[in-house]
């Protein structure tokens, strides 16, 4: 921990007073030092509430906001596009830039999206966001079977966010306590892969056909595979999990199932609108999903735990107040 200075803010940013930061996968990666995106020294901190210091009459001074932590080019074939979450020049606060783990930050007004929720819940935002727009990829309607591969934090916001739109869900997992939080964030059934037999389960589940949509959020080898194995025939695959190593296929299923196979990215605006509204209206979770809340202080003791003992916590959250 060190001091830094204050940020000045450019053109149209505004000032905020940080209030709560959360840590993911990749802030673990990054302390780890195993993160290709994150050049060092680098502050991190891209899931955050943020109370407005000085403000204008739309977005005003005191209201509490959560932040979109995405930068893109505007140039490149994603932009054009309008799926900006995949610009090829992408930068996210604390991975390209420094993010937002002290105690002030600027920011531009449209990146603030204030709700009538509790900094608790506004910390969630961005995290939920990438579930979220996972479902959104895998267009999963209310006459689907999802089957999520990982219940950790971004499993967990691609869960909801299928309940959501009335599909049918399955959360899988080999840690009981994530699939507890995974029906509690509305999964109908949950499989323990490290005890059931994945294929077996599934079979069972969907009268021998597989899931119409699975989405991986592990990026493990054998999850990679497991996705498109699985997965019905004509049906879709979803890829969030960020796979460490290659990872090699049987690519005759490409073929014979005709397979969707989308990739999934970071978040859009629409994501984050429509987190805001899910969380607003109490479905989620909340005080199960955050495992501890720690005080600026005890941040990097916080981090160093969790490197050393990684399936103790599911989420940490520093709060600055
Ligand atoms: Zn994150
Ligand atoms: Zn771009």
Redesign the pocket.
């Known amino acids: 921990m060190e001091t830094v200075p204050a940020p000045i803010p450019a053109d149209r940013d505004m000032l905020l007073k940080v209030r709560m930061v959360g840590f993911c996968g990749s802030d673990l990666n990054s302390f780890r030092g195993l993160n290709p995106l994150v050049s060092f020294p680098r502050v991190p901190g891209h899931e955050v509430s943020a109370t407005i210091l000085e403000g204008d009459d739309e977005l005003r001074a005191g209201m509490d906001v959560a932040l979109y932590p995405y930068t ?9 596009l309008g799926r ?1 979450n ?5 930068q996210t606060l604390g991975v390209q830039r420094d993010g937002a783990l002290a105690e002030f930050v600027a920011m531009p007004p449209e990146k603030l999206y204030p709700a009538k929720l509790t900094v608790k819940e506004l910390c969630l935002v961005e995290p939920l966001t990438v579930g979220f727009h996972a479902v959104a990829r895998g267009s999963v309607t209310r006459n689907d079977t999802v089957a999520i591969f990982g219940c950790g934090g971004v499993g967990l916001g691609a869960l909801a966010a299928a309940a959501v739109r009335g599909a049918r869900v399955i959360g899988v997992d080999v840690d009981d306590e994530k699939l507890e939080l995974a029906r509690a964030a509305g999964a109908s059934i949950t499989i323990n892969s490290a005890r059931e037999s994945l294929h077996h389960r599934l079979l069972e589940l969907t009268e021998g056909r597989g899931p119409n949509v699975v989405i991986e959020a592990v990026g493990s080898p054998a999850t990679f595979r497991a996705a498109v194995e699985e997965v019905c025939f004509a049906g879709r695959v979803v890829y969030i999990g960020y796979a460490k190593e290659p990872v090699s296929y049987e690519t005759k299923f490409f073929v014979q199932k005709e397979l969707d196979i989308r990739g999934s990215r970071n978040a859009l605006p629409e994501d984050f609108r429509e987190v805001i509204r899910f969380l607003e209206a109490g479905r989620f979770p909340v005080d199960d999903a955050v495992s501890s809340i720690v005080s600026l202080d005890e941040a990097p003791n916080a981090l160093r735990c969790w490197s050393e003992n990684p399936s103790r916590f599911h989420k940490i959250l520093v709060s600055l107040d």
């Not at 995949?86 to 992408?90: E, K, L, M, P, S």
């Open positions: 893109s080019c505007g140039q490149c074939s994603s932009c054009r900006q995949a610009c090829q020049f992408n």
